[in-house]
């Protein structure tokens, strides 16, 4: 079992940067298919981005594509969301996720979650 905890959301202007952070603790980090998702109230949960266990393949939702970069630190046991020219409609409480199969942008496919952290972008 893993344990998740993220950090580094906020709230920001339109067009600025966040890089929210992921600590994972339990079983070995690179075990796990790492990804992130986000939730804007009354609405599914949405995948934004996924990389795998050794950083050999990354997959994006549409609408984050050439803002947003996932990564992961296998030795900090952390994984990572650079976002960049954020848009109001980037608002939600983002959760990261681990799954020890192959990677899905289907949000029941992973396994083991986080809090979630706030988000919030100012027009």
Same mark, same amino acid.
């Given at each position: 079992? !893993?344990? #998740?905890?993220?950090?580094?959301?906020? %709230? !920001?202007?339109?067009?600025? @940067? #966040?890089? #929210? @952070?992921?600590?994972?603790?339990?079983?070995?980090?690179?075990? +796990?298919? =790492?990804?992130?998702?986000? /939730?804007?109230?009354?609405? *599914?949960?949405?995948?934004?981005?996924?990389? @795998?266990? &050794?950083?050999?393949?990354?997959? $994006?939702?549409?609408?984050?594509?050439?803002?947003?970069?996932?990564?992961?630190? &296998?030795?900090?046991?952390?994984? $990572? %969301?650079? =976002?960049? @020219? %954020?848009?109001? *409609?980037?608002?939600?409480? +983002? $959760?990261?996720?681990?799954?020890?199969? #192959? +990677?899905?942008? &289907?949000? /029941?496919?992973?396994? $083991?979650?986080? /809090?979630?952290?706030? !988000?919030?972008?100012?027009?």
């Amino acid at each position: 079992q !893993v344990q #998740l905890v993220e950090s580094g959301g906020g %709230l !920001v202007q339109a067009g600025g @940067s #966040l890089r #929210l @952070s992921c600590a994972a603790s339990g079983r070995t980090f690179a075990y +796990y298919d =790492m990804g992130w998702f986000r /939730q804007a109230p009354g609405k *599914e949960r949405d995948f934004v981005a996924a990389i @795998s266990r &050794n950083s050999a393949r990354t997959d $994006y939702g549409d609408s984050v594509k050439g803002r947003f970069t996932i990564s992961r630190d &296998n030795a900090k046991s952390t994984v $990572y %969301l650079q =976002m960049n @020219s %954020l848009k109001p *409609e980037d608002t939600a409480v +983002y $959760y990261c996720a681990a799954t020890p199969q #192959l +990677y899905s942008s &289907n949000y /029941q496919w992973w396994n $083991y979650w986080g /809090q979630g952290t706030q !988000v919030t972008v100012s027009s």
